[in-house]
């Protein structure tokens, strides 16, 4: 489940993704930049980094509840909004600010937030960023590595986000913004005589909804960072995450449930918010899917294919607990 550096370097999904991060920390948490806390304050966003004996791997973990009077960060999940809280994304950079790895996290987990992964060869220094859904982004110290220890390994450079486009921003509605909202950024599905169905955000002819990457930060990025399905009941039974890499329009191929008897997808733009595409209706003749596609089923690039139904819950409560000052296009 990992990939090689060589091919994230020429993704566009990390940088795009910690452009992100800043442009909401500069617009929703603070002016003055990302968050680092200082001595005497408290440590339970910090991101500290850590080298094992060797060298030729790294532990970050997020707070500091190893020592006496110190706390970790909570990962909270829950299908209640207002409970949801827990760290999103754990990013580390080198010297020449590349990206090591980005990794999103599932708030099931139990705390502390943490990740390990194995240090490139040349690097020389690195350091940890945090995203919290609550208070935004947080960069711990920097730490030193003797070059002679490294080693050339593979990277999980790109994860499936769960939660990274759902923090606490205003669009004006507490509720999923609609086709009659813009037809831009609404999912349609179509469901297919094979069994699976396929989701565009947009309509031909009418408004496609962009994929811009930013990997230089210079231009706001402006993509669709997820899609979900919902069946009759409510329960999603598809869900995945997108890179604006290489790509002009946002989709989504999935198997169609057996059970299902209607479909309806949601999209999260990461600049707009969430909207509701209409209710599919699925045809009594389709072919049956594997019994097992009832359940819910994570799509992305294989990379995390074991994220939880639970995952998906939070990810939705916090989508729907947005209140909102006009963002919306």
């Known amino acids: 489940n990992a990939l090689a550096l060589a091919a994230a370097s020429s993704s566009e999904y990390c940088p795009t993704i910690y452009a992100d991060f800043v442009r909401r920390q500069l617009a929703h948490f603070s002016p003055e ?179 811009n990457g930013s990997p230089d930060g210079n231009e706001p990025p402006h993509w669709i960072t997820e899609i979900y399905v919902v069946d009759q009941d409510g329960k999603i039974v598809a869900m995945k995450s997108l890179d604006p890499t290489g790509v002009t329009e946002a989709t989504m191929d999935f198997d169609t449930p057996e059970s299902a008897t209607t479909l309806q997808a949601y999209a999260w733009c990461n600049i707009h918010g969430l909207y509701e595409g209409p209710v599919t209706e699925v045809g009594a003749t389709k072919e049956a899917a594997d019994a097992d596609e009832t359940t819910v089923t994570v799509l992305g690039d294989g990379s995390n294919s074991g994220t939880t139904a639970a995952v998906s819950l939070s990810v939705i409560a916090i989508a729907s607990a947005v209140t909102l000052t006009a963002l919306k296009m």
């Open 33 to 211: 930049g990302i968050f680092i806390a200082q001595e005497g304050e408290s440590q339970k966003h910090t991101p500290f980094l850590s080298l094992s004996e060797d060298g030729k791997s790294a532990t970050v973990i997020v707070g500091n509840g190893d020592e006496e009077g110190g706390v970790y960060h909570p990962m909270t999940a829950s299908t209640d909004p207002s409970e949801v809280h827990f760290i999103t994304h754990i990013l580390v950079k080198d010297q020449d600010d590349n990206f090591i790895v980005n990794q999103a996290l599932d708030p099931t987990a139990e705390a502390p937030a943490t990740i390990t992964f194995a240090v490139p060869a040349g690097v020389t220094e690195m350091v940890a960023y945090e995203w919290c859904n609550k208070h935004g982004l947080w960069a711990g110290p920097a730490v030193q590595v003797p070059t002679s220890e490294t080693e050339t390994v593979l990277q999980d450079t790109k994860s499936l986000a769960t939660s990274d486009e759902c923090t606490a921003q205003v669009f004006e509605s507490e509720t999923p913004f609609t086709e009659a909202d813009g037809v831009k950024h609404t999912p349609y599905i179509t469901v297919n005589e094979d069994g699976t169905s396929s989701i565009l955000v947009g309509e031909v002819g009418v408004a496609i909804h962009p994929m």
